[in-house]
C-alpha cells in the first residue's frame, strides 16, 4: 500500500516541478521583455533631447555669428559647451552624431544621427518642432533619401514631403534602410 503511494506521488512532483518551471521561465521572460521596452522608452526619450539641446547650444554659441558657417562639432567640445552625454559624438543608441554648416552660405547647419533604430527614426522623423525654442527647424532628411521643408523654407534643394512630416510617410522611409539616420537642417 505504501508502495503505490510513493509511486503516484512521485509522477505528481515531476508534473508539478514542470509545472513550477515552466510559470517561472514565464515570468522571467515576461519581466526581461518589460525591462527592456523600458529601457528602449527612455533611450528613446535621450535621444530625443540630445537633439534638442544640440540645437541649443549651436544656436547660443552662434547667436551673435552672420552665418553657420564655422559650426563645428570639436570647437562646441573645446569650449566645453556641448552636453557632457554628447562628448564622444555618440547619441543614446550608440551610433555617431555629425554636425556642420547645411548649405553652402551657412544660412543653416545641420545635426545628423546615424544607426537609429526604426521606431526612433519614426518618432524623431515625425517630431513636431515649436517655433520660439532657439533655432528653427528648417528641413530633415531621412536615410539621405528623403527630405521634408517647410514651404517657405530656406532649404536649397526640392524636397520630396512638405512639413510638419507625416508619420506614414517618415515610417515608410524609416522601413527602407537596416541602418537610419536622420539629418535636421536649422537656422
Not at 547647419?109 to 527614426?121: E, H, K, R, S, V
Request: with cysteine.
Amino acid at each position: 500500500m505504501i508502495k503505490k503511494h510513493l509511486i503516484g506521488q512521485a509522477g505528481r512532483s515531476m508534473i508539478e516541478a514542470i509545472g513550477y518551471i515552466s510559470i517561472m521561465i514565464t515570468i522571467t521572460v515576461s519581466l526581461t521583455a518589460a525591462v527592456n521596452s523600458g529601457y528602449h522608452l527612455f533611450r528613446l526619450g535621450r535621444i530625443n533631447q540630445q537633439v534638442v539641446d544640440l540645437k541649443k547650444v549651436i544656436s547660443q554659441r552662434y547667436v551673435a555669428a552672420e552665418n553657420f558657417v564655422g559650426v563645428k562639432f570639436d570647437t562646441l567640445i573645446n569650449e566645453k559647451i556641448v552636453p557632457h552625454e554628447v562628448r564622444d559624438k555618440k547619441h543614446a543608441f550608440g551610433g555617431d552624431i555629425t554636425i556642420g554648416k547645411g548649405d553652402e552660405d551657412g544660412k543653416t547647419y545641420y545635426i545628423q544621427f546615424d544607426d537609429i533604430p526604426t521606431q526612433a527614426c519614426v518618432e524623431l522623423g515625425s517630431k513636431l518642432w515649436i517655433t520660439n525654442d532657439g533655432s528653427d527647424l528648417d528641413a530633415l532628411t531621412i536615410n539621405n533619401k528623403k527630405t521634408w521643408a517647410w514651404k517657405y523654407s530656406i532649404y536649397e534643394g526640392t524636397p520630396d514631403y512638405e512639413l510638419p512630416a507625416k508619420p506614414t510617410d517618415v515610417a515608410e522611409v524609416c522601413n527602407t534602410e537596416e541602418k537610419k539616420s536622420i539629418k535636421w537642417y536649422f537656422n
